[in-house]
Each structure stands twice: as structure tokens, then as C-alpha cells.
């Protein structure tokens, strides 16, 4: 009998900690929703920024951050599939192989920040991109490919053996059972890691920071070689750069709920597409 | 039919090379950071580095010891890792093996959900939030220590290591279970004996790719740490993590100069670590995938 209490209170504990993890996530969402909705305006997210960011609007900040996020994935999108592609449906098992997994895993370990120093060399310093929408967007996309390739390889996989088969049978080619017979059925999927991927690109601050992030920018860009403000960054300049972080307090909570629903928007258009597409397709 | 041919071909090939492109950009990366560290190592040196002291802006002599920032990182990570280990752990085996199936479906979302916060909104929380609170509940000068970053850092790790401990309790094969019940063991000591000690290793990786999140992590770190260089093993202190040294100093220093190429050689460490942190967590994967 004392056994069975003693379970109970075991399992009572791991509850607990569950549920203390839960509250605390949910407390930070309900924080950054509760104090940002009352700045949320139409004021805000169309106007202008003046004072460096202490009062006015976040319009540059919003569109910069789209700018970027519509750049990487531009960028990684076709190349991070067409390598899924790649290694699901033609690659043998060799060193080849082997290495280019290794590859990925590696970039998919790599600090962001070491991702803005890469970039910072290579876009900025030596292709003489210089802090750019362009450098920005490209060190973006290096960090997310990882990411965009896993996912999609994971749904090429999920399309059963039996469709290949049945298309190679009938004297089709492999490009053309692939694009016939394997896409169609793994985009939904694909497309689903790669809007992750996209979540994470628009909330990192590390890689902009050192590739196209400017400090204070109150106008819009006019093309890929000019400098953006971006809403992380922007965030944190407002939380800790400025002289009375106090006093904008209304502001770095707007700007936070911003980011929040751009980037939970994104997460959750993702389960919305993976859910829709496990009971359209059933096999 | 010569047209399909070729299609076939030139497809194949343009698929290889976008797969190639990953190789290429971990090529690139270990060339351009070592392009623009390696000068250091011959002016000013190498023996530079292990100073004790970092002061790269100085009227009188810079000084370029990555020690204290390596102990930052390290205190930082430390902590992370010892707060939210426990935790992690607790929270996936309750997911696997007590929670109700309503619960798993509701909560394994939601804590994915926090994997899915930009680190720069879970620092400006921690700013807002968490620093008064440390400061109030230790009674110092300032909440901006190395246990305010720990406690955010760990609070990043957490939904890695939940994620992927309950992949490896769930793939634990129910014939070990059912063996340990009919030998009359209650379910905390089945859990306890057999469910864990067999899911180890997808354990162990969970946490290490945790880990390797934490040392990488950089905005609010940044925020709320306090930033300041010195060697110090308290975690109610203020310290100085090497990525928040990259991301707060990087934008002032000159192009080509010692701080620079300094600034990148702390970039190198920090891929060493993370690199060798990644293989280490592959190796263990790899052997619980052939174990399962």
C-alpha cells in the first residue's frame, strides 16, 4: 500500500514539473499579448518611427523584417527541396552521401551568431555586398537550409514506395515519376518544415546583426542593396540601447507582440497545412 | 525520346548540386572564419588568447584573453544544463508514460510552441520580468547575473530535450515494459529501471543538442547577463558570455584589425564546441536508433 502511495506522489511530482513548464510558457505569451495589445494601433504598424524608435510608428522595422524573411526564402526554398529531392530520391548510399548528411547536421548545429560572422566575411566583406537586404537574406538562408532539407526529405519519405513503383512500371522516367507521382503528394509536407523555417528566420537577431540590421532607419528601402531595420533587432535596441528604456516601455512591448504573431502566425499556419494535409491524403 | 534523356540528366544533375550546396556552405564557413582569425594567431600571437583579461579597447595596452569569456559561457551553460536537465527530463517522461493522451495532444504542441519564441522576445522578457525578480529574491545590486541567463537559456533547452527524450521513451519496446509488470515491478519501477535506462542514450542526445542550443544562444543571453569580462564561477555574478562578445562588440571594431580578427577567433571556438557537441550527440543517436 505504501508502495502504491509513493508511485503516486512520483508521478504527482513529474506532473508538476510538467505543468510548471506549460504555466511558464503560457505566462510569457499572456505577458507580450496583455502589455502589447493596448500599443497595437493602426498608428503603430503604418507610421513612422521618430525620436530612435521612442515614439511613432514601426512601419520600416515591419517591412524590413518581410524584406528579409521574402529573401531567405526565395533563396533557400527551391534549394533546400531540390536537395531534399536529391538525397530521398536519387542518392546512393556512399561517402558522398554520408558527407553531405554530416554536412547538414553540422549547419544545423552552428551557432546563429557564427552564421552573422560567415556572412559578415563572405556577403558583406568579400563579395562586397556590403550590410545589405541581399547579405542578410543570403546568411538567413545558409541557417535555414538545414532545416528546410530535413523537413522535406522527411515528406518525401512518408509518400509510399508503391507510388514510384507503380509510375516506373508504366515506363516512366525517374524525373518524371518524381514530378508526377512523388511531389504532388510530399509539397504539403515540404511546405510545412519550410514555413518553420521561415518563423525561425524572422526572429533571429544574431546572423542580422552583423549583415544588414540598421540601428535607426526611418524610411523604406528601395532595393536589396539597402540597409533594413528589422523587428529583433529593433526590439532590442528599444529594450536596451536607448537612454530611458523605461519610458518606452509601450513601445518594446508592441514591438515584441509583433514579432510574437508574426512568428507564432507562421508556426501555427504550419500545423494548420500539416493537419489539413494528413486527412486529405490517407494511406 | 532524347529530349526526356536529357531532362533526365540535366534534373539529376541540378538536384545534386543543390544538395551540394550544404557541403559548400560548411566549407565556406570554416574558410572565411579562418581567413579572417588566422592573422592573429602570427600578430599579436596566439599566447594573446589565453590572457587573463579581456580589454580590447584600451589607451594603454589591449588585452585579448578569451579565458573570461570562456569561463562565462561555460558558468552560463553549466548552470543551464543542471536547472533544466531535471526538468526536461520529468516533463518528457510524464508525456510518455503517465500523461492522459488529452494532455500529450495538448501540451507537446505547446511546449513546441516555446522552441518556436525568438530568443530576442525570451530575453526582453527576462529583462522585463525575471531580472527584477533575481534581483528582489537574492538581494543584489543588480539582476543581471549569470543565474538570469541560466534560468532563460534553460527555459530554450527545454522543449530539445523534452522533444526529443519522449521520441526515445515512446520507441522503448513495449516488450520490455510488459516483461518488467508480469515480473510483478509497480510502474514507477518499471519507468524507473527499464523505460529509462533503455531510452539512455536518445536521452543523452536530446540533452547534448540541448546543450549545444545554450553555448550557441546569443540575444538573451546578451540582454540579461550583465556583460561583464570577468573570470568568476559565481552565478550570481555578472559575466560575459563569447557569443554576446561577438554580437555587443562586433559592430564598433575597425575592419582588419586585432580586435577583429580576435572577435572571429572566438567565433572558431565557439564552432569547435558546438561542432564537437554535434558529433558527439550524432554518435549516441546513431547507436539508439540501432539498439531500438
Known amino acids: 500500500m505504501s508502495q502504491r502511495s509513493g508511485e503516486a506522489r512520483a508521478f504527482w511530482v513529474l506532473r508538476l514539473v510538467t505543468y510548471t513548464i506549460v504555466l511558464v510558457i503560457g505566462y510569457i505569451v499572456f505577458d507580450i499579448v496583455y502589455h502589447g495589445a493596448g500599443t497595437l494601433s493602426w ?22 523584417t518581410l524584406c528579409l524573411v521574402l529573401g531567405t526564402v526565395i533563396v533557400a526554398l527551391p534549394l533546400g527541396m531540390a536537395g531534399a529531392i536529391y538525397l530521398s530520391e536519387y542518392a546512393k548510399q556512399n561517402r558522398l552521401t554520408r558527407t553531405i548528411r554530416l554536412a547538414i547536421v553540422t549547419l544545423a548545429g552552428i551557432p546563429s551568431i557564427v552564421f552573422g560572422l560567415f556572412g559578415l566575411g563572405l556577403f558583406v566583406i568579400f563579395l562586397k555586398f556590403g550590410a545589405s537586404i541581399l547579405a542578410g537574406s543570403l546568411t538567413l538562408a545558409c541557417m535555414v537550409l538545414p532545416i528546410i532539407i530535413v523537413a522535406s526529405e522527411e515528406a518525401l519519405r512518408a509518400v509510399p514506395q508503391s507510388f514510384r513503383e507503380g509510375s516506373l512500371a508504366l515506363g516512366a522516367t525517374q524525373w518524371q515519376t518524381i514530378r508526377k507521382n512523388v511531389l504532388p503528394y ?11 523555417a521561415v518563423g525561425r528566420a524572422a526572429g533571429e537577431t544574431a546572423p542580422i546583426l552583423l549583415t544588414v540590421a540598421a540601428f535607426y532607419l526611418p524610411k523604406l528601402p528601395k532595393s536589396i542593396f539597402d540597409q533594413v531595420m528589422a523587428l529583433p533587432y529593433h526590439l532590442y535596441i528599444l529594450a536596451t540601447q536607448l537612454p530611458d528604456v523605461n519610458k518606452v516601455r509601450p513601445m518594446q512591448y508592441g514591438t515584441a507582440l509583433v514579432l510574437l504573431i508574426l512568428v507564432l502566425g507562421l508556426n501555427l499556419a504550419a500545423i494548420i497545412v500539416r493537419s489539413r494535409y494528413r486527412k486529405k491524403y490517407r494511406w | 525520346m532524347t529530349r526526356t534523356l536529357w531532362q533526365e540528366k540535366a534534373a539529376r544533375l541540378l538536384l545534386q548540386g543543390a544538395a551540394l550546396t550544404s557541403l559548400l556552405i560548411v566549407l565556406l564557413i570554416v574558410v572565411f572564419l579562418g581567413k579572417e582569425s588566422l592573422p592573429f594567431l602570427s600578430k599579436p600571437g596566439w599566447m594573446e588568447l589565453f590572457r587573463t583579461r579581456w580589454n580590447p579597447v584600451s589607451f594603454e595596452r589591449e588585452m585579448f584573453g578569451i579565458l573570461p569569456l570562456l569561463s562565462g559561457s561555460l558558468v552560463v551553460t553549466l548552470l543551464a544544463t543542471v536547472i533544466a536537465v531535471p526538468f526536461g527530463v520529468c516533463a518528457a517522461v510524464y508525456l510518455a508514460e503517465v500523461a492522459t493522451v488529452a494532455e500529450r495532444e495538448l501540451f507537446k504542441p505547446f511546449i513546441e510552441l516555446l522552441a518556436g519564441l525568438p530568443s530576442v522576445v525570451i530575453g526582453f522578457f527576462g529583462l522585463v520580468v525575471l531580472v527584477p525578480l533575481v ?15 541560466a534560468l532563460l537559456l534553460a527555459l530554450m533547452a ?8 519522449e521520441d526515445a521513451i515512446r520507441s522503448v519496446p513495449l516488450s520490455y515494459k510488459e516483461a518488467s509488470l508480469a515480473l510483478g515491478a509497480s510502474r514507477l519501477q518499471t519507468i524507473w529501471k527499464v523505460t529509462v535506462p533503455a531510452a539512455l542514450s536518445g536521452i543523452t542526445a536530446g540533452v547534448m543538442l540541448g546543450i549545444g542550443r545554450v553555448i550557441g544562444e546569443t540575444m538573451a543571453v546578451m540582454m540579461v547577463t550583465g556583460n561583464a569580462a570577468v573570470i568568476t564561477f559565481s552565478p550570481l555574478q555578472s559575466v560575459r558570455t563569447m557569443t554576446a562578445t561577438i554580437a555587443a562588440e562586433m559592430g564598433e571594431v575597425p575592419f582588419g584589425s586585432a580586435h577583429y580578427r580576435a572577435l572571429f577567433c572566438v567565433g572558431v571556438v565557439l564552432l569547435i564546441f558546438t561542432f564537437g557537441l554535434n558529433i ?11 539498439g531500438a
Open chain 1, 43 to 64: 498608428e503603430f504598424l503604418t507610421g513612422m518611427p521618430r525620436k530612435s524608435g521612442s515614439e511613432g510608428g514601426i512601419l520600416p522595422v515591419i517591412v524590413g
Open chain 1, 186 to 196: 510530399a509539397v504539403p509536407g515540404m511546405l510545412t518544415g519550410s514555413i518553420l
Open chain 2, 135 to 149: 534581483k528582489q529574491v537574492f538581494h543584489l545590486q543588480t539582476g543581471l547575473t549569470a543565474l538570469t541567463g
Open chain 2, 158 to 165: 527545454i522543449p530539445t530535450i523534452i522533444s526529443i527524450s
Open chain 2, 280 to 290: 558527439i550527440a550524432q554518435r549516441v543517436l546513431k547507436k539508439y536508433r540501432i
